[in-house]
């Protein structure tokens, strides 16, 4: 039996750890998509009194404050409160940026569809075609029934969870993890 090391573990229960999050994300969207907004409200509280902190500590020894570190602090602590308040308002943003970069992210692909012919060929070119333009539509969808993109963020995330579950999983059983 090989030796594995520590990375081979950890690797492991991380992919376990992340197909279970995409597992629970798929059998309950709502309650995960609430966790992701409490979540980075927590993030955006904490971010925001960091950048209070800097302002202070700065403005001690220079005899003023950097403004943009005051001014994305307080915002990022009033956008943190909010989100951990009332994480509905948080879902319904989201329902709202979402397809803002589902589109952003579609429409940059089908501008290097020359380049993607070039590099990786024919069959990959029509592949990125065609699921760029499914998901330009989608996304136009979504703008105009924001419901749709609720229920699509959830799903969409539970399903990268599995894909990078499954990916660490392959990464612990590979030579990467063994000890030479």
Known sequence: MRGRSIFGWLELA?????????IFTFARPDSALTGLIVFYGAIAALTGV??????????????????????????????????????????WILSLLFPIWFIAHCISRLSHLNTIRVIAGNPFYYCTLVLNGIGLIL???????PTLSLIS???IVGFCLILLGVDSVIMACSNLGTKR
């Open 14 to 22: 991380v992919g376990v750890f992340l197909i279970l999050l995409g």
């Open 50 to 91: 960091a950048d209070l902190i800097l302002y202070v500590r700065v403005e001690r020894y220079t005899g003023f404050g950097p403004m943009v570190s005051l001014i994305s602090g307080i915002l990022s602590v009033m956008s943190g409160v909010m989100l951990l308040v009332y994480p509905n308002a948080g879902k």
């Open 153 to 155: 963020v959830s799903y």
């Open 139 to 145: 996304g136009v969808l979504m703008i105009f029934c």
